[in-house]
Nanobody
Framework: QVQLVESGGGLVQPGGSLRLSCAAS????????MGWYRQAPGKQRELVAV???????NYADSVKGRFSISRDNAKNTVYLQMSSLKPEDTAVYVC??????????????WGQGTQVTVSS
Protein backbone atom coordinates (compact mmCIF):
# COMPACT_ATOMS: atom_id res chain seq x y z
CA GLN A 1 0.00 0.00 0.00
CA VAL A 2 1.35 3.38 -1.04
CA GLN A 3 -0.09 6.76 -0.14
CA LEU A 4 0.68 10.30 -1.31
CA VAL A 5 -0.51 13.08 0.96
CA GLU A 6 -0.38 16.73 -0.10
CA SER A 7 -0.42 19.80 2.08
CA GLY A 8 0.07 23.53 1.75
CA GLY A 9 -2.78 24.69 -0.46
CA GLY A 10 -5.02 27.61 0.34
CA LEU A 11 -6.14 31.08 -0.63
CA VAL A 12 -3.54 33.65 -1.65
CA GLN A 13 -3.64 37.08 -3.25
CA PRO A 14 -2.25 37.66 -6.74
CA GLY A 15 1.50 38.08 -6.56
CA GLY A 16 1.71 35.97 -3.44
CA SER A 17 3.47 32.69 -2.72
CA LEU A 18 2.60 29.22 -1.54
CA ARG A 19 4.58 26.07 -0.91
CA LEU A 20 3.03 22.68 -1.54
CA SER A 21 4.37 19.45 -0.06
CA CYS A 22 3.65 15.85 -0.94
CA ALA A 23 4.88 12.97 1.18
CA ALA A 24 4.86 9.39 -0.07
CA SER A 25 4.59 6.57 2.43
CA UNK A 26 3.95 2.85 2.60
CA UNK A 27 5.50 -0.08 0.78
CA UNK A 28 8.07 1.95 -1.13
CA UNK A 29 11.29 0.44 -2.41
CA UNK A 30 12.29 3.26 -4.71
CA UNK A 31 10.83 6.41 -6.28
CA UNK A 32 11.69 7.59 -9.77
CA UNK A 33 9.89 10.67 -11.06
CA MET A 34 7.75 12.85 -8.80
CA GLY A 35 5.72 15.81 -9.88
CA TRP A 36 2.71 18.04 -9.76
CA TYR A 37 -0.27 18.32 -12.05
CA ARG A 38 -3.19 20.70 -11.77
CA GLN A 39 -6.77 20.81 -12.91
CA ALA A 40 -8.89 23.92 -13.08
CA PRO A 41 -12.70 23.80 -13.35
CA GLY A 42 -13.76 22.90 -16.86
CA LYS A 43 -10.21 22.22 -18.00
CA GLN A 44 -8.10 19.14 -18.52
CA ARG A 45 -5.44 18.10 -16.06
CA GLU A 46 -2.09 19.61 -17.05
CA LEU A 47 1.49 19.00 -16.05
CA VAL A 48 2.96 21.70 -13.83
CA ALA A 49 6.43 20.37 -12.98
CA VAL A 50 8.29 17.09 -12.59
CA UNK A 51 11.59 16.09 -11.04
CA UNK A 52 13.57 12.89 -11.45
CA UNK A 53 15.36 11.02 -8.68
CA UNK A 54 18.56 12.61 -9.95
CA UNK A 55 17.16 16.11 -9.70
CA UNK A 56 16.40 16.87 -13.34
CA UNK A 57 13.37 19.14 -13.66
CA ASN A 58 10.84 20.10 -16.27
CA TYR A 59 8.20 22.82 -16.10
CA ALA A 60 5.13 23.89 -17.99
CA ASP A 61 5.83 27.06 -19.96
CA SER A 62 3.13 28.87 -18.01
CA VAL A 63 4.98 28.48 -14.69
CA LYS A 64 8.64 28.76 -15.74
CA GLY A 65 10.45 31.35 -13.69
CA ARG A 66 7.69 31.45 -11.07
CA PHE A 67 7.48 27.88 -9.73
CA SER A 68 10.27 25.69 -8.42
CA ILE A 69 10.07 21.94 -7.79
CA SER A 70 12.39 20.13 -5.41
CA ARG A 71 12.49 16.87 -3.49
CA ASP A 72 13.94 15.29 -0.39
CA ASN A 73 14.70 11.69 -1.30
CA ALA A 74 15.35 10.73 2.32
CA LYS A 75 11.82 11.83 3.22
CA ASN A 76 10.14 10.65 -0.01
CA THR A 77 8.77 14.16 -0.31
CA VAL A 78 8.36 16.53 -3.22
CA TYR A 79 7.80 20.27 -2.92
CA LEU A 80 6.41 22.94 -5.20
CA GLN A 81 7.37 26.52 -4.37
CA MET A 82 4.97 28.84 -6.16
CA SER A 83 5.68 32.56 -6.44
CA SER A 84 4.17 35.48 -8.32
CA LEU A 85 0.89 33.62 -8.33
CA LYS A 86 -1.78 34.62 -10.82
CA PRO A 87 -5.55 34.03 -10.80
CA GLU A 88 -5.06 31.59 -13.67
CA ASP A 89 -2.98 29.39 -11.35
CA THR A 90 -6.17 28.60 -9.44
CA ALA A 91 -6.71 24.85 -9.58
CA VAL A 92 -6.58 21.61 -7.65
CA TYR A 93 -2.93 20.59 -7.50
CA VAL A 94 -2.29 16.87 -7.50
CA CYS A 95 0.93 15.14 -6.57
CA UNK A 96 2.27 12.25 -8.66
CA UNK A 97 4.99 9.66 -8.13
CA UNK A 98 6.40 6.75 -10.10
CA UNK A 99 7.09 4.18 -7.39
CA UNK A 100 8.70 0.75 -7.20
CA UNK A 101 6.98 -1.11 -4.37
CA UNK A 102 8.23 -3.95 -2.19
CA UNK A 103 6.85 -6.46 -4.71
CA UNK A 104 9.25 -4.91 -7.24
CA UNK A 105 6.43 -3.55 -9.32
CA UNK A 106 6.40 -0.04 -10.77
CA UNK A 107 3.21 1.94 -10.51
CA UNK A 108 1.87 5.45 -10.90
CA UNK A 109 0.48 6.87 -7.68
CA TRP A 110 -1.56 10.03 -7.13
CA GLY A 111 -2.46 12.16 -4.16
CA GLN A 112 -5.94 13.36 -3.35
CA GLY A 113 -5.25 16.92 -4.45
CA THR A 114 -5.02 20.26 -2.69
CA GLN A 115 -6.90 23.42 -3.67
CA VAL A 116 -4.96 26.54 -4.58
CA THR A 117 -7.03 29.68 -5.06
CA VAL A 118 -5.46 32.93 -6.22
CA SER A 119 -7.84 35.82 -5.69
CA SER A 120 -8.00 39.29 -4.24
Amino acid sequence: QVQLVESGGGLVQPGGSLRLSCAASGSIFSINTMGWYRQAPGKQRELVAVITSGGRTNYADSVKGRFSISRDNAKNTVYLQMSSLKPEDTAVYVCYADILNFLRRWGDYWGQGTQVTVSS
